[in-house]
């Protein structure tokens, strides 16, 4: 598994902590050099030594996805200590305001433009950032990180459904614009997934991970391992035919 991504340069932005973690170990353990970007300094700079330490190759960068200069800077900055880019793993989110993200009468205009801001427009800086340093080498990748908020029709969450709905039209249209140029584009769409930093912080009531448990036909909760595992493959040779999809990796909570 090492030889699959050995030596591909690739940035993983929202990567401090969470899913975007596991998803640099992996791509290092694969023989990646990482770029780990995360508003989080300190966090990715965490990330980025225990990836040293075992033996892998990753550096961080800070990057604020609500802010095209840091946006541009990160990537710039970060393609000229990887010496090219083959791609790129989106994965940040404002996570803060979604408690706060209510329904359609009730809900606050500056919680529905905060969530689009960063979790959609966000997102299509970041891809204007990177995409002409794939297109550079002749082929790319590039893996967003969706939800299945934007195809399950809940009662509540409209602006992050929305932004997630946006963010898989994002990537149909990249795959779609730039797939004869040698790009892939494809979004992974986790389930409920019980991160380190939830089992570490001891704040999840049990009743929450058995109800969450109750919803899917399998035996565990997701892992942030699991979509680790997907986004290496869309990021791999081994993934090029795939391009335009959205990966629901759910445990089955969500079948399509």
Not at 161 to 187: D, F, P, Q, Y
Request: aromatic share 4%; proline share 3%.
């Amino acid at each position: 598994m090492r030889e699959r991504l050995n030596n591909k340069a690739i940035i993983v932005i929202g990567s401090g902590t969470g899913i975007g973690a596991a998803t640099v170990k992996q791509l290092a353990a694969e023989g990646a050099h990482v770029c780990v970007a995360d508003i989080n300094l300190d966090a990715a700079t965490k990330v980025a030594e225990d990836v040293r330490v075992a033996g892998g190759r990753a550096f961080a960068l800070p990057i604020d996805i609500a802010d095209e200069g840091t946006v541009n800077e990160a990537v710039g900055q970060a393609v000229a200590q990887l010496g090219g880019l083959d791609g790129a793993h989106v994965n940040a989110a404002d996570l803060r305001v979604i408690f706060e993200d209510s329904d359609a009468l009730a809900e606050d205009l500056a919680v529905f433009d905060r969530t689009l801001q960063v979790n959609l427009r966000g997102h299509l800086l970041c891809t204007r950032a990177v995409l002409p340093h794939l297109l550079q080498r002749g082929q790319g990748a590039i893996v967003y990180t969706s939800s299945s908020a934007a195809d399950v029709g809940e009662n509540t969450r409209p602006a992050y459904a929305a932004a997630k709905s946006g963010l898989n039209a994002l990537m149909r249209h990249v795959a779609s614009r730039w797939g004869r140029e040698g790009i892939t584009a494809n979004c992974v769409a986790p389930g409920f997934v019980f991160t380190p930093e939830m089992q570490a912080g001891g704040q999840v009531p049990q009743e929450l991970l058995d109800g969450m448990l109750a919803r899917i036909p399998g035996i565990r909760l997701g892992q942030v391992e699991d979509i680790a595992a997907v986004v290496a493959l869309l990021l791999s040779e081994q993934g090029r035919w795939i391009n335009g999809q959205v990966y629901n990796v759910n445990g089955g909570a969500l079948m399509r």
